[in-house]
């Protein structure tokens, strides 16, 4: 079976800081995928960043990088330079080779001014 | 690129009635599409996985006589709760994909439904 943890219920950074939240899966696949996903309060969800699990080099966009261990099945999340408008739930998910998703509980990130 | 419609975005309505919910990808071709429902403060539950098509694939649980799926096209899935009671709830949301290995799923809004 293919599981998301997310250890984090809830988190909070100061304006301008640095935060990481924590991910672990657990796939039998050899193929998959990795995603963050941002959900603000509006409810949409907001794809964050992508990582294939073939690939060693983190992923990176802007101020979201990953750091993806696969050996120990390992996928945070960092924010550098935290903004109010980083506040929401951010999901953590895994992609199988049929499409889908697999979610984890989500942690809710509070940026403080 | 890759947005995707969903609508309504609200619909408050009395027990007994069924309601559509439309899906739409806008800019891109959905091979698939992904059907969820989120309880408050809680992740996506997924309720179903539709091709286009072809029927829908429920997952355990999820009445597929309740919540019947269509995807007739490649921009557009529909959600029909039929005969919704007070328990129906919830907020709806739909994602789209190519479904080409790897590639995200794009969300639209979510629709927050409300049976009286």
């Known amino acids: 079976a293919q599981t998301v943890t997310q250890s984090q219920p809830e988190m909070s950074v100061q304006e301008a800081e640095t935060v990481t939240l924590s991910c672990t899966y657990d796939?039998?696949?050899?193929?998959?995928?990795l995603f963050w996903y941002k959900q603000p309060p509006s409810r949409q969800m907001i794809l964050v960043i992508r990582?294939?699990?073939?690939?060693?080099q983190n992923a990176t966009e802007n101020r979201f990088s990953v750091n993806f261990q696969k050996a120990a099945k390992s996928f945070s999340l960092k924010i550098s330079d935290s903004q109010l408008g980083d506040t929401a739930m951010y999901f953590c998910?895994?992609?199988?080779?049929?499409?889908?998703?697999?979610f984890g509980k989500g942690t809710k990130l509070s940026v403080k001014p | 690129g890759a947005v995707v419609s969903q609508h309504p975005s609200r619909v408050i309505c009395k027990s007994g009635t069924s309601v559509k919910i439309e899906c739409r990808s806008l800019?891109?071709?959905?091979?698939?599409m992904f059907w969820y429902r989120q309880f408050p403060k809680q992740s996506l539950m997924l309720m179903a996985t539709?091709?286009?098509?072809?029927?829908?694939?429920?997952e355990q649980g999820v009445e597929k006589d309740k919540f019947l799926i269509n995807h007739a096209s490649l921009t557009l899935s529909t959600l029909t709760v039929t005969s919704a009671h007070p328990e129906d709830s919830s907020f709806y949301i739909c994602?789209?994909?190519?479904?080409?290995?790897?590639?995200?799923?794009?969300f639209g809004d979510g629709t927050r439904l409300s049976i009286l």
């Open positions: 994602s789209a994909s190519t479904g080409l290995s790897g590639q995200p799923q794009h």
């Open positions: 796939t039998s696949e050899s193929n998959y995928y």
């Open positions: 990582q294939e699990a073939y690939k060693q």
């Open positions: 998910a895994l992609g199988g080779s049929q499409g889908n998703l697999i």
């Open positions: 800019d891109f071709q959905a091979t698939t």
């Open positions: 539709s091709n286009e098509g072809s029927k829908a694939t429920y």
